[in-house]
């Protein structure tokens, strides 16, 4: 039985499903793709998405940035680094680490200043052995958007 690791990227307009090993990679309806294999295979997808900057709603007068990973099977580490740019320069990095999990949500947030802002979040997944490939790596961008503190 073979075993992969996807990765399925997610934004509010688009998904894309990335495979490894000899599995194909098949459309549906939504514009996702999924691994398809002539035999039978266990995978794990790992969905990643990232919210556009918007005024924090737990914290007044910030701005926050949210990025969760969410994986079908349980993975042995999932590392995430979500980072908030304001007019083009990055004003916040923050790493996240969770082992044994199917689950982490990371978030950046900053002091309020008018000005344009989007978020970046890099992620890290090593699957359990006997999957290919072993680590996988995938990357989101939210939109821009024009901030007014509130």
Do not use: E, W
């Not at 990765?7 to 996702?32: N, R």
């Amino acid at each position: 039985m073979r075993r992969t690791l996807g990765m399925l990227l997610a934004t509010a307009v688009s998904a894309t499903m990335l495979t490894a090993g000899t599995a194909s990679a098949q459309a549906d309806t939504t514009g996702a793709t999924r691994a398809v294999s002539a035999k039978a295979a266990t995978v794990i997808k790992c969905k990643l998405n990232i919210s556009d900057p918007h005024n924090s709603h737990h914290q007044p007068k910030n701005i926050n940035v949210i990025s969760p990973v969410s994986c079908d099977h349980g993975v042995v580490t999932i590392t995430l680094v979500v980072r908030l740019y304001r007019n083009g320069k990055r004003v916040k990095s923050k790493t996240f680490t969770k082992h044994n999990t199917k689950f982490l949500k990371g978030n950046a947030s900053v002091g309020c200043k008018k000005g344009t802002y989007y978020g970046v979040a890099d992620v890290r997944i090593t699957a359990p052995p006997g999957y290919t490939p072993r680590v996988g790596t995938a990357n989101r961008v939210s939109k821009k958007r024009k901030i007014t503190c509130k």
